[in-house]
């Protein structure tokens, strides 16, 4: 018995084959899905937890579509008087184009998503025509690749077309060079969240609060009261120190003394700092305190002291400070000690 030349026996066994592979998407969806989606969760970033749900469906008919292809070759289609192979084979490699295409749009949906959350956690004052504005242009390019690979799905030429379009990108890529860096720039620091809005940072030459995160830059507040605006490509390549997340302020510094300081007047001045700084409420007790003579100079003694603040507001920890070294001067004034105009 046969049907269009075809044997029952193919038949049957492209049957087979097809319906392995629909067994196969099943296995894979209840299985390899719960699988990706722990290994998901166990990740740092909430990337993977926002694509990998919205990319499994079309991975799952992707399967289905190889086991048509393995069904179509066993079958053998025949060529006349109509070419049923030649366009089965057609019509199942626009059904790839259509499966991947959604395969992009959805992970594209889903990196927008992800990066909308990210300035909302960052608490960005992103434009809110933005992120869309990137979805929309995402959208075009899979559209664009899609409509090309269709047209040479059904057996026309797309080389001028694809030489078009490579020329215009090429345009495009130097004209907005500048901008397209920022973009990833900003993608970056949505992703790796290395710092939010209100935090105080340092990156290379640049420092002071973060008041707004942009697409294309990130404002900052220096010191001096003036507001920087920093390109995100430029805050991305930088590394960054994030004062804002410290647990704890250090507090390093060292004092010298006149080099006509007694030694034993010396080992009192440093017994009672080092007792005063134990003392202070505002003082770290966990971590190690070090008052020490730390070098002998031509100009005197030099005392090295470290230890650690409670807070990690900076103008608390200045006022912090001033009263410990109101303190050294109240000692060294008691002792008759001065302080060595030359370190």
Known sequence: MKFLGISAVRMIAAGAVLFFFIFLKKVIAKYATSALLRFAKRTRTELDDIVIPTVLKPLEYLVVIAGAFIAVGILDLPVKPFDFKRWAVILLKLCVTVDITWLFLTAADA???YLERSAVQLKSKIDGRMLPLLRTIARGVIFVIAFVAVIQNLGYSASGLIAGLGLG???????????????????????????????TIKAGDISGTVEEVGVRSTKIRTPELTLLSVPNSTLAALPVNNISRRKKTLCE????LDGNSPPSIVKEIVAELESEINNHPGVDKEDPISVRLSALTETGAIIKIRYFLNTMDQYEAAYIQQEIYLKFMETAAKKGISISPKP
């Open 111 to 113: 990196v927008i998503e």
């Open 169 to 199: 990108g090429l345009a495009f890529a130097l004209a907005a060079k500048d901008t397209l860096s920022n973009l990833f720039g900003s993608i970056m620091i949505f992703t790796d969240r290395p710092f939010s809005v209100g935090d």
């Open 253 to 256: 510094f060292s004092i010298p």
